[in-house]
């Protein structure tokens, strides 16, 4: 799956919608994946790379499909949202996801998680 067609399945799968204001040199208005690409944007799903680009076509790593999830599924891992740095909250990862954990009251919540093979 590509970096492309993984922005096509969030954007569907969450409903994101806008045009942002932030730009990438290689995806162009008349790109068949623009719009969901600017919506993952708008949310703050995405930031791109920091040379402006977001490279559509490469195939998704483990690690961005991590980030791109859980940002889709929870405000707490979007920059400015809130911080993970809380004393209270232990964000933690294994095999089968990611999850956040209440160290005051033992909570575990999952932010994101590998789905099993059919």
């Known amino acids: 799956m590509t970096r492309g067609e993984m922005a096509i399945v969030l954007q569907k799968e969450f409903n994101l919608n806008g045009i942002s204001n932030k730009s990438f040199n290689d995806v162009s208005a008349g790109h068949k994946a623009y719009e969901v690409i600017q919506a993952l944007a708008k949310n703050k799903i995405t ?29 707490y891992f979007i920059s400015g949202k809130a911080s993970l740095h809380s004393k209270n909250v232990i964000v933690w990862s294994d095999y089968f996801g990611v999850y956040k954990t209440d160290v005051t009251t033992n909570e575990t919540q999952t932010l994101a998680c590998k789905k099993s093979p059919r």
């Open 47 to 75: 930031n791109g790379y920091l040379d402006g680009i977001f490279k559509s076509g490469n195939i998704l790593t483990r690690a961005h499909s991590t980030v791109f999830m859980a940002r889709s599924m929870s405000n």
